[in-house]
């Protein structure tokens, strides 16, 4: 299958699929990121997600897919850098700010950065149209974070410290989609870097989750905590998996500004599922950010 996926990249078929790859990494990545803020502190629901990859990446990496190479295996080192970078961001804005106020701040800054970035690094080009897309999704995402900044009357300097922590990890988000893109495309087989990925950056937060827990202990049960730990690895898969084979495939670019459109679904998941206001303000803002990713889309 990875020869096969190999050979459509570049073509209206890859394209193709790119698009329906990045749609469904968009709705995973919500889930994923309700799952950091909900029940459990976001530094264990993190490590207890990424002890589960290695679980379930290990067996894939070691006796399924062909052992990497030697410039695989120092990409891969890279990678863990930076994906720990983003996951420590991350676990420091859930842990001060609310997750609709966080959430589209560290998805909102990231598609601006990767398109240029990727312009520069892949020779990709974006349309005026495109462009307008791209503006008009960050710019939703960024004023939907302000608006659900406006309405939080508890613990402001928390706020403003979440807000800070989520542009860099806005930042974070940027680098290792174009590192990422470029880590897949350098190996020959596609899945080959995704089970390896997977295992190796998942090396380190379960060590941070185990540190925590000996000290703090575990609010909310061990066993909870191990459920949604495995069912976030599964998402996890689906969600960096998609994102990645996306690009491997097509622009990285247009799949990082769709995959964008999680901020649509994860508003939707704080409404719904944890409780969080949304008004019809909201669903303007999300209609736009929706609506951007379909110009980025139809624009080229």
Not at 126 to 146: H, N, R
Not at 170 to 175: E, P, Q
Request: charged share 10%; hydrophobic share 55%; net charge positive.
């Amino acid at each position: 299958m990875g020869d096969w996926l190999v050979s459509i990249a570049g073509t209206p078929q890859g394209a193709q699929l790119a698009t329906v790859l990045a749609l469904v990494s968009a709705m995973a990545h919500a889930v994923f990121g309700a799952l950091q803020k909900g029940k459990h502190d976001p530094w264990l629901m993190r490590g207890s997600i990424d002890g589960w990859l290695v679980v379930i990446s290990a067996p894939v990496a070691l006796f399924v897919v062909p052992w990497p190479n030697g410039q695989t295996f120092a990409i891969l080192a890279g990678a863990l850098v930076i994906h720990f970078a983003y996951k420590v961001t991350v676990a420091m804005a859930y842990e001060r700010a609310a997750y609709t106020v966080v959430y589209p701040v560290i998805r909102g800054t990231g598609p601006l950065v990767t398109v240029l970035a990727a312009s520069v690094l892949f020779h990709e080009h974006f349309t005026p149209a495109q462009w307008a897309g791209v503006a008009c999704l960050s710019g939703a995402m960024l004023l939907l974070a302000l608006r659900n900044l406006g309405e939080e009357t508890l613990d402001r300097r928390g706020l403003q410290i979440g807000l800070v922590w989520a542009l860099l990890g806005g930042m974070t988000v940027a680098l290792y989609t174009v590192y990422d893109a470029w880590g897949i495309r350098q190996s020959a087989n596609p899945f080959t870097f995704l089970a390896w990925f997977f295992f190796i950056t998942a090396l380190d937060f379960p060590l941070i989750a185990w540190a925590r827990v000996r000290r703090y202990g575990a609010p909310g049960g061990i066993g909870s905590l191990l459920r949604r730990g495995a069912a976030g690895a599964v998402i996890a898969w689906v969600s960096f998996g998609g994102v990645m084979l996306a690009t491997r495939l097509d622009k990285v670019g247009e799949a990082a500004v769709l995959r964008e459109t999680s901020t649509v679904f994860a508003a939707l998941i704080g409404w719904f599922i944890l409780g969080e206001k949304v008004g019809p303000r909201r669903l303007f803002l999300m209609g736009l950010i929706a609506l951007g990713a379909v110009i980025v889309e139809m624009g080229g």
